[in-house]
């Protein structure tokens, strides 16, 4: 049975044929850096930085062949069409694999509409026609050689280049015997400094560009395990040769702050002069092959990236169809021949600018290709095997990264908002068409998945594992020496009955005109003139047979600074002091009130009035989470202390004193027995002995008081009445601390 054409399109694969040997691939890469770097540029950058020109050739040079050597071992891991693009995508994910694709993409076709203006620069001194018509039909031209087919391509560059090489060595021959050495005196000129190297290394740097074009046809390529490491790294070396000796001899023929260096045809003056009307032509010749070289070079390339966008579906599905007969990206052939011929019409005047958008765009993606060579080998991928690897790993990758970085800060304004743009639309495209459309997976995300995320979780669950063995904590805040003792006592014997550690904290609060560092300082020399707070305490938590922890925190928020030690230690309590009148309108204006806010564990703010031999303990019982803890609390404390605990029930009504006849006699005491029923249960679920007291009053907090007159500390939760308006205890605990006689422990259970 025939199978239907979704099973046919399911099943199949589109590759490209391997038509290109090792001449060929090298041929691509010497003749599009050979290109502008002699043809074109030297004379526009001579009088720029005069003779330290050629500093920048091999800065530049260098620079790539840090990067040829990281190129070297990405494409012999992944011999496959797009380059710098694929290398993208397989180690950083689709997001930037979309958007260093798009600005690979785009520096190749800005960089086509350089090498053709200066090939129009060429034609039209010989013609004397318009350098953009003559650039836009050339254009048009390469298009349709590409659209033939990559070995009709591969054969044509071989040819190019060959000539070209054979120019460019009769003229440094001849040109040796005439340079003038003094010309090359002072080799940095003081008018210029060493600025004019640093201008001219982002305009350079697009003549290096050849290299990375090899890589992104390695699918089309014959033996890629040796012919690719041998044709980048081959490619970068024969023309930093090359450049440095032409240069070298166009800088001892012409001084440069000639008014004539600065031209884009000043290679074919200077043969003129040597040779004559002969050399004059041999120049043009070469230089006319040399632009051609370039953008063929650069048009067979781009085509092929945008073909492997298309192929990951990141660019447009249609892209990603091959020629029936030719066998080629046809469609991403045109595309690409459209958008050089269209920045030919917008900016076919701009050369430098042309020169650096396409260089800051390279620039990008090879700084990200050095890194993808770590991640890659990092990540040890089972489908990752480069027969090439980078030599001197990582010390170079890392020279290649930083190279990069150190050319792009040079970048030109208007050079750098262009390429951001670029790489800003990518983006944006990315985030609108892409992001839920893609599968694929970087291997930075595999890497950050096991290598980074997965052993943080296995050490997080080993962490709390063993705080689940470790004793409890008690986080105790110390600012008040005058609460200091009584707020220990407290947490000592609570420490005790939990079998718990103290951590002790003392919070410098430093105003914001002050450096922490200076803060801290300040604190140090106090506490070495006097004990502190902390010290005291330490010694005090000790005497008691406690385990303590005392530490000191430099901070601009005391509450910020114990919220987040409490984020760290996960306390059992955190236990505080409070000084003055406990009110509302305080409340939100105060330490203890943000940390009752935010903290999520137990608090207890204790308001102290003398905490010492405690006998006694009143407990007021209602429903609730936090009175259920003040039983709790109060339990721990007396069975500490050896004290009584009395639990206090408040009901709202008459008052005894208001019972008139027998029948609201018998009303209150019936009244009486349920409350101590409900007292009775509440006791009993949180496995607290207490003796009863029931009270009817009409005022629960006045109640409270009149009850506390003998007793040493009363224990009170926190009001529903707090948690239902988000204040700080509630009107009830607020008068009760304020106005009893005893100390008051205010208990606020976990949120």
């Not at 350089?114 to 254009?139: E, K």
């Not at 220990?488 to 904290?505: C, N, V």
Request: glycine letters at 8%; one cysteine or more.
């Amino acid at each position: 049975m025939a199978k239907n054409q979704n099973e046919i399109d399911s099943n199949s694969k589109i590759t490209l044929a391997r038509n290109l040997g090792f001449f060929a691939a090298l041929s691509v890469g010497v003749g599009t850096m050979i290109g502008a770097g002699i043809f074109v540029l030297p004379g526009l950058v001579a009088g720029m930085a005069g003779p330290a020109v050629i500093l920048s050739f091999v800065t530049c040079g260098f620079i790539s062949a840090m990067i040829a050597l990281c190129m070297a071992e990405l494409s012999t891991g992944m011999p496959y069409a797009g380059g710098g693009y694929l290398f993208m995508v397989r180690a950083f994910g689709p997001l930037v694999g979309n958007i260093m694709g798009w600005s690979l993409w785009l520096s190749l076709v800005f960089a086509s509409a350089f090498y053709m203006i200066g090939f129009g620069h060429y034609m039209s001194d010989a013609l004397g026609a318009s350098p953009t018509i003559i650039a836009l039909i050339v254009t048009a031209l390469l298009g349709l050689l590409n659209f033939i087919g990559a070995r009709e391509t591969g054969r044509t560059q071989t040819v190019i280049v060959g000539a070209m090489l054979f120019v460019l060595v009769a003229f440094t021959c001849r040109a040796l015997f005439s340079v003038d050495t003094a010309r090359l005196s002072p080799f940095l000129p003081p008018e210029i400094g060493f600025s004019g190297v640093l201008v001219t290394l982002p305009i350079l740097f697009i003549t290096f560009m050849g290299f990375a074009e090899i890589s992104a046809i390695s699918e089309e390529i014959r033996n890629p395990k040796r012919t690719l490491p041998l044709s980048l790294v081959g490619s970068v070396v024969i023309v930093t040769v090359i450049y440095c000796a032409v240069v070298f001899c166009i800088l001892g023929l012409r001084s440069y702050n000639d008014p004539s260096m600065a031209k884009e045809t000043v290679l074919m003056d200077l043969a003129r002069g040597l040779m004559g009307s002969g050399g004059y032509i041999l120049v043009l010749i070469g230089g006319i092959l040399a632009t051609v070289s370039s953008a063929n070079a650069s048009v067979l390339a781009a085509s092929r990236v945008s073909f492997a966008m298309g192929r990951d579906q990141l660019m447009p599905d249609w892209l990603n169809q091959i020629h029936a007969r030719f066998k080629t990206p046809y469609r991403s052939i045109v595309i690409t021949t459209g958008l050089t011929m269209l920045i030919l019409i917008l900016l076919g005047r701009q050369l430098e600018l042309l020169a650096e958008v396409a260089g800051f765009l390279s620039l990008v993606l090879y700084s990200l290709i050095t890194l993808a060579c770590i991640i890659m080998r990092y990540a040890r991928l089972d489908w990752y095997k480069p027969s090439f690897r980078t030599p001197g790993y990582p010390v170079v990758p890392l020279l290649g990264f930083f190279g990069c970085i150190f050319v792009i800060v040079n970048t030109s304004r208007v050079s750098l908002i262009i390429g951001n743009m670029i790489i800003a639309a990518s983006f944006i495209w990315y985030m609108i068409f892409l992001r839920r459309g893609t599968q694929l997976v970087g291997a930075s995300h595999i890497l950050w998945k096991d290598k980074v995320v997965r052993p943080l979780v296995i050490r997080a669950k080993e962490y709390l594992a063993a705080r689940s063995e470790e004793a409890p904590v008690i986080l105790v805040p110390l600012a008040n020496p005058d609460t200091e003792f009584s707020l220990l006592t407290l947490s000592t014997a609570l420490a005790r009955s939990f079998r718990a550690r103290l951590q002790l904290i003392h919070v410098v609060n430093v105003p914001a005109q002050m450096p922490l560092e200076a803060g801290g300082i300040e604190y140090e020399r106090q506490r070495r003139e006097k004990k502190t707070l902390l010290d005291t305490a330490s010694y005090h938590a000790t005497e008691q047979g406690v385990r303590a922890r005392a530490t000191a925190i430099v901070a601009r928020s005391v509450s910020s600074a114990i919220l987040s030690v409490a984020e760290m230690e996960m306390p059992e309590f955190i236990i505080m002091g409070w000084k003055g009148e406990v009110s509302l309108h305080r409340g939100y204006r105060t330490n203890v009130a943000e940390v009752l806010k935010i903290a999520k564990g137990n608090v207890l703010v204790l308001k102290d009035r003398g905490l010492q031999d405690v006998r006694r303990i009143l407990v007021p019982v209602s429903g609730g989470t936090h009175a259920r803890l003040g039983l709790k609390v109060a339990q721990d404390l007396a069975a500490e202390w050896k004290a009584s605990i009395t639990a206090l029930n408040v009901q709202v009504g008459r008052g005894l004193s208001a019972a008139r006849s027998d029948f609201d006699k018998k009303s209150l005491r019936l009244f009486q027995g349920k409350a101590e029923e409900f007292v009775k249960d509440t006791l009993e679920a949180a496995g607290v002995s207490a003796d009863i007291k029931v009270v009817i009053n009409t005022d629960i907090a006045r109640a409270i008081i009149s009850s506390a007159g003998k007793q040493d500390l009363i224990v009170i939760g926190a009001s529903e009445e707090w948690a239902l308006r988000r204040r700080l205890f509630g009107s009830i605990p607020d008068k009760v601390a304020n106005q009893a006689s005893a100390s008051v422990l205010m208990v606020r259970a976990k949120t």
